[in-house]
């Protein structure tokens, strides 16, 4: 079964750091482009950060800077390095595969909150 | 302001047909292909058209979808009361090099 797990949401002051994982199983990991998805409270769903097999990396205009993603395939993880973290960040973030069919399946999603 | 817009909200009665549009522009909608997903409340989003109008395996029939110059629309037929949901297109964008999303559509099964 193909399965996205995603950790380390939690709360962080306004300036701060965190840093997400999501941990893969069930499909060639490597062989796949990975994707961070947010999802504010109320609100729909905004593409923030995606990585191409080849280690090419693209993101959100608001994020770019500030967010780093990477993998390592021999782990089979997917990770979002978020640094200077504002309260627009506060959301719900989801790991998601992606390939030529779209985003699919998405994880359950961790829980940022920047607040102080 | 989301770069693709979708009403915010629509209904229907079960089995009626209902549809949901999604605007975008030359460099989204206009020149690439369009992804509809589902999301049930309180769950994660779930892929539910590809391509343009592509369904994946366990996906029923009763969902379609159609693109047509700078807009898409996603059909619902036979509505039943578990297609109560949000639901939101999706398409690459080449002038932002990035995945864009519209507002999302709240379908309120009557």
């Known amino acids: 079964e193909v399965q996205l797990v995603e950790s380390g949401g939690g709360l962080v002051q306004p300036g701060g750091s965190l840093r997400l994982s999501c941990a893969a199983s069930?499909?060639?990991?490597?062989?796949?482009?990975m994707h961070w998805v947010r999802q504010a409270t109320g609100k729909g769903l905004e593409w923030v950060s995606g990585?191409?097999?080849?280690?090419?990396?693209y993101y959100l205009g608001s994020v770019k800077g500030r967010f780093t993603i990477s993998r390592q395939n021999a782990k089979n993880s997917l990770y979002l390095q978020m640094n200077s973290l504002r309260a627009g960040d506060t959301a719900v973030y989801y790991c998601?595969?992606?390939?030529?069919?779209?985003?699919?399946?998405w994880g359950q999603g961790t829980l940022v909150t920047v607040s102080s | 302001q989301s770069v693709l817009t979708q009403p915010p909200s629509a209904s229907g009665t079960p089995g009626q047909r209902v549809t949901i549009s999604c605007s975008g522009s030359?460099?989204?909608?206009?020149?690439?292909?369009v992804y509809w997903y589902q999301q049930l409340p309180g769950t994660a989003p779930k892929l539910l058209i590809y391509?343009?109008?592509q369904r994946p395996s366990g996906v029923p029939d009763r969902f379609s979808g159609s693109k047509s110059g700078t807009s898409a629309s996603l059909a619902i037929t036979g509505l039943r009361s578990e297609d109560e949901a949000d639901y939101y297109c999706?398409?690459?964008?080449?002038?932002?090099?990035?995945?864009?999303f519209g507002g999302g559509t709240k379908l309120t099964v009557l």
């Open positions: 998601a595969r992606g390939d030529s069919i779209g985003f699919a399946p």
């Open positions: 069930g499909f060639t990991f490597s062989t796949y482009d």
């Open positions: 990585i191409g097999t080849g280690g090419e990396t």
């Open positions: 030359t460099s989204n909608i206009g020149s690439k292909s």
């Open positions: 391509n343009n109008n």
């Open positions: 999706a398409a690459w964008d080449a002038s932002l090099s990035g995945w864009v």
